[in-house]
């Protein structure tokens, strides 16, 4: 079993900076994929970021050059540095680990962008 913690939302203003962080309880997971997801109240959840055991990464097209994902060194933490945020940035994110044939999500945090 592996348990995602997240950290790191809260409120900004338009243009703003945040860091989200997430720590795998299992070390297996670093043989496995990490990423971030999005939620906003009506739409469906949404991939924002994902990056595998081997460092490649992926991004929604909507986040590329103001989103990074990335990883510490064990490989079991994953962290989304979320730069010049737009008030459409708000939504819950939920942090994702996959490691064959299981799936894991954390328990989300809040990302409000606004003024």
């Known amino acids: 079993q592996v348990q995602l913690v997240e950290s790191g939302g809260g409120l900004v203003q338009p243009g703003g900076s945040l860091r989200l962080s997430c720590t795998a309880s299992?070390?297996?997971?670093?043989?496995?994929?990490m990423g971030w997801y999005r939620q906003a109240p009506g739409k469906q959840r949404e991939l924002v970021a994902r990056?595998?055991?081997?460092?490649?990464?992926n991004y929604a097209d909507s986040v590329k050059g103001r989103f990074t994902i990335s990883r510490d060194n064990a490989k079991t933490t994953v962290y989304l540095q979320m730069n010049s945020l737009k008030p459409e940035d708000t939504a819950v994110y939920y942090c994702?680990?996959?490691?064959?044939?299981?799936?894991?999500w954390g328990q989300g945090t809040q990302v409000t962008v606004s003024s």
């Open positions: 990056i595998g055991s081997g460092d490649s990464t």
């Open positions: 994702n680990a996959f490691f064959f044939p299981s799936q894991y």
């Open positions: 299992n070390r297996i997971i670093s043989f496995g994929d």
